[in-house]
């Protein structure tokens, strides 16, 4: 396994698609699930970068941009440039129920997300 500086992290998520799950023979389907060693979560117009660093004070958390960040969406002109991102929870133990991770996603910490 190759170990990344945050910042080159953050640059690879930037540039790639990612998935915090693992899915037997990469089928992406609930009986397939296998296990998350991270939680994702997308924030689209409710909550502010700062907002979230507020948020998440104290609780260790990766913080990349979206590629709609700061951009006008055609459906959604009346927002303006708002901030658009994901926050990535590193767990210290996996997570191997899908319900179970569907229920962390669910929680009041993330209650703006999408």
């Known amino acids: 396994m190759d170990f990344f500086a945050t910042d080159q992290l953050v640059e690879l998520c930037k540039q790639n698609h990612y998935s915090p799950h693992q899915f037997e023979n990469g ?7 296998l296990k ?3 939680i994702i979560v997308d924030f689209d117009d409710g909550l ?19 590629k709609s960040h700061q951009t006008v969406k055609p459906k959604k002109e ?13 767990l210290e133990t996996p997570i191997t129920n899908s319900n179970e991770y569907v229920g962390w996603k669910k929680h009041l910490l993330f209650r703006e997300s999408d």
């Open 36 to 38: 998350s060693e991270c």
């Open 48 to 66: 502010t970068i700062e907002e979230a660093k507020n948020r998440f004070k104290g609780i260790y958390y990766f913080l990349i941009t979206s």
């Open 78 to 90: 009346y927002l303006g440039k708002v901030d658009r991102f994901h926050v990535i929870f590193p």
């Open 27 to 33: 089928v992406r389907n609930s009986k397939s699930y």
